[in-house]
């Protein structure tokens, strides 16, 4: 009897240990709670504005968008390691699972939002990816890891405010209305210059047509049928549950199969 009891006893501390272990993936929530960066890319004063944006967010709707920041994602998927941690966590409000965790993982180059139940009408798999495309995804090729996390928070947060039939911060663009190559992360500069040159090209062409007597505004016809810009795509799943700031707790919000993930 002593025997079996021993053994008893030594294979549950067997699994305790291995629940231990597969729990250690994923670190506790640091202290500010809707900024989490553990791979230590963003500065101190960005975190803060970052940490008091969601955090006016949440107190305006309920809503929750936490930001974790890693070094690797642990041999995981980077959807699967979102709806992970969300979950552990309980990012969002119990009853209206409108959390949203933004993970980024420097090691694997990959970065991936990941949407509550409550907030999957607003911020749809395509909208999600769109997001990230158009905000984001030049910054972290470039290693502009904390612009690229600042750009697609703010839109993931006026998203989220429009939602709640709230006002979005100044500034705010419908990402419906914008393209990837209109991408706010570093090449809208270039696409003004672009369409410039290309308004310029118009009217000397035209000009010259005219004199020539043919041609009129036929290269602007031409041209126009040229390319033009594409639009956005979308992403991957995703899911969870609740979160805090310095004070601030998770509300024990949950996920189920929501969100966007890119590689860069």
């Known amino acids: ?7 008893a006893v030594i294979l549950l501390a067997l699994l305790l240990c291995l629940c ?3 729990e250690e993936g994923f670190p506790s929530p640091t202290e500010y709670f809707y900024v989490n960066d553990f791979a230590e890319v963003i ?11 969601a955090a006016a967010l949440a107190e305006a709707t309920t809503a929750q968008v936490v930001v974790i920041t890693v070094d690797d994602l642990d041999g995981k998927e980077a959807w699967e390691y979102a709806y992970e941690i969300g979950r552990e966590w309980g ?3 119990k009853e209206k699972d409108n959390g949203v965790v933004i993970l980024l993982s420097v090691g694997d180059r990959e970065i991936e939002i990941a949407v509550g139940y409550g907030l999957e009408g607003a911020i749809p ?18 290693d502009k890891f904390a612009d690229g996390l600042i750009a697609v928070t703010d839109a ?4 989220v405010y429009i939602e709640y039939g709230l006002e979005p911060a100044a500034g705010y663009v419908n990402i419906d209305n914008v393209t990837t190559e209109d991408s706010l992360s570093g090449s809208g500069g270039k696409v003004a210059i ?13 000009f010259f047509g005219r004199r020539g007597g043919g041609g009129g505004f036929f290269p602007l016809i031409f041209m126009s049928r040229g ?7 979308g992403g991957f799943g995703g899911g969870f549950g609740s979160g805090g700031f310095g004070g601030f707790s998770g509300g024990g919000g949950s996920f189920g199969g929501g969100g966007a993930g890119r590689k860069f």
Not at 1 to 7: A, F, G, N, S
């Open 91 to 93: 990012v969002g409000d």
């Open 20 to 22: 231990g272990c597969e």
């Open 227 to 233: 390319g033009g810009f594409r639009g956005g795509h």
């Open 1 to 7: 009897m002593k025997r079996i009891l021993k053994i």
């Open 156 to 159: 993931v947060i006026n998203e």
């Open 194 to 206: 672009s369409w410039l040159i290309l308004i310029i090209l118009i009217i000397a062409l035209s």
């Open 125 to 142: 798999d395509s909208k999600a990816g769109r997001i990230i495309d158009v905000y984001g995804l030049e910054y972290f090729k470039q």
């Open 43 to 53: 500065s101190d004063s960005d975190e803060a504005n970052m940490v008091s944006k």
